[in-house]
Each structure stands twice: as C-alpha cells, then as structure tokens.
C-alpha cells in the first residue's frame, strides 16, 4: 500500500484506484474521510461510492487521516492541527499526481472540515479545482467536542453510543467492523481540542473555485451550511430531503451522494 512520511514524521496511507492513463486531473478526486472512518470504507459495497465514480471515468485518491485506518497513530493532541491534518492531503497529492499538480477534493463530516482548511488558504486552495463539501459546517463542531468523552467508556462504548444518537441509522456491518478497530487513545487526541478549527465564515467569500454544498435536511447543521454556501461566489447547495448525517454519508437512502458529485463535476468540469 502506497505511503508517505510527512514532514512531522508522520506516516500516511493511501492509494489510488481508476485508470492511470487519466492525464487530465479534471478527473481526480481525493477523498477524506469522517471521524472514525478509513479509506476502505470508500470501497465498502454498502456505501458503493468508488465503483459509480470509475464508471464515470474518474481516478480517485483514497486517504486514511493520520490517527485512522493504516496511518500513523500518534496519541498526542498536538498532531492532530487542522493545517497538519490538512497539510497530509497537500504531501499525497504531491506523491500520486506531482508537485504543483491539482485536483477535486471530497470530503464527508470530518472530511468536510478538512476541505474548508483547505478551501479558505490560499496556498492549498490553489491546488484544487473544486471543493465538494458535505455533512459539515464552517464553525467548530459541537458534536465532535463530546467524542473524547464518549471514547473513555472504550471504542465498542462509543460505537453503541453512537448507536443510540442516531436510532434506525445501522451502521453497515463491514464500517462497525472498521470502526471498532479505531485506537482508542489516537482516537481521542485526535478529537481533544476540538477548539482549534476555526470559525471559517469570514473567509468563505474569498473562495474562488467552484464549490458543492450537501447534507440532509435532518442534519442539525444543515441550515447553517446552506446559509455558509450562500457566502461562497460559485456554489451550489444540495439538501437531502428527509436524511440524517449518516444516511448522507453511508448513501442508505435515495438521492445517493456519489449522484451528487457526478452532477457537480459533470456540470463544471466536461469538456465540450
């Protein structure tokens, strides 16, 4: 499995899957992942997000966060700063595509407050030609602040927690699987200072590639991302009648969010 070592000394796994011969970073996507999860959870036959995306002739770069999946696990809060966490993504496209090189990026929950550190500098925005944003907010989450407390009851404990916060939403059974596996304590620096992502609102105006806003209409943050989206020059929001935050992200319910991405891309991106 493919990996590099970023600067900090951190190892970060990743790999790529769709065709090679795809010159035209117009048709690349890296992907982050939500808090718990790894990239193999991108190629779950559950959520089906990989399979849809090649057959629309897209190369795609699945990420494990450092903290999660076959990355490096460092149990200090200290490595987990969003512009660190940001930065592995810069370092892999660096290795897959070359430097200077750009390319979309997706990014679900955590994910998606990966892509607004990345989308509100400069000097990381400019190696992406899109942002696709979905499950997050601009602003620090309240939800993720509880995570260090629920983890100390071990990761099954959470896991059950996270069963009894979101009821009728099962986990597809290869993701739980995934999920218990998570260390425990990488797992709780990575989410111990919850406070150092920022409040991203006032630079959303200065975003100036094309960007797509999504989440269900049962996500609690749903409407402060819909009034985020209308802050960013070009972009549009999607709201997902009637889902929660995890039917968005495990695509248990129609319309899929892979129907989403191919939308948006297609929209902006194809060539006459």
Known sequence: MPYIITPDNIRISYFVVGKDESIDNTKTIIFAH?????????????????NPLIAAGYRLILVDERGYGESEKPREPECYTPKLVASDFIAVMDEALGKKQKCHFFG???GGNIGFELATDPST?????????????????????????????????????LKEMFP???????????????????????????????????MLSDIDVPCCFFTGSEDPDCAELEQASRLVKDSMFVKLDGQ??????????????????????SKHFSKP
Request: hydrophobic share 30%; charged share 25%; net charge negative.
């Open 34 to 50: 939500g808090n718990g999860n790894c990239k193999i959870d991108w190629l779950d036959n559950d959520l089906d997000y990989v």
């Open 108 to 110: 679900n929950s955590r």
């Open 125 to 161: 925005r400019k190696r992406f030609h899109s942002f696709i944003i979905g499950g997050a907010k601009p602003t620090p989450s309240e939800a993720t602040k509880q995570f260090p407390k629920l983890l100390q009851n071990g990761v099954d404990g959470f896991v059950n927690s």
């Open 168 to 202: 009728g939403s099962a986990f597809p059974s290869g993701l739980e699987e995934r999920f218990r596996k998570n260390d425990q304590k990488a797992w709780i620096a990575a989410n111990s200072n919850p406070g150092d992502w920022p409040d991203y609102t006032d």
């Open 244 to 265: 929660t935050h995890t039917e968005v992200y495990w695509q248990s319910k129609e319309p899929r969010t892979v129907e989403i991405i191919i939308d948006f891309l």
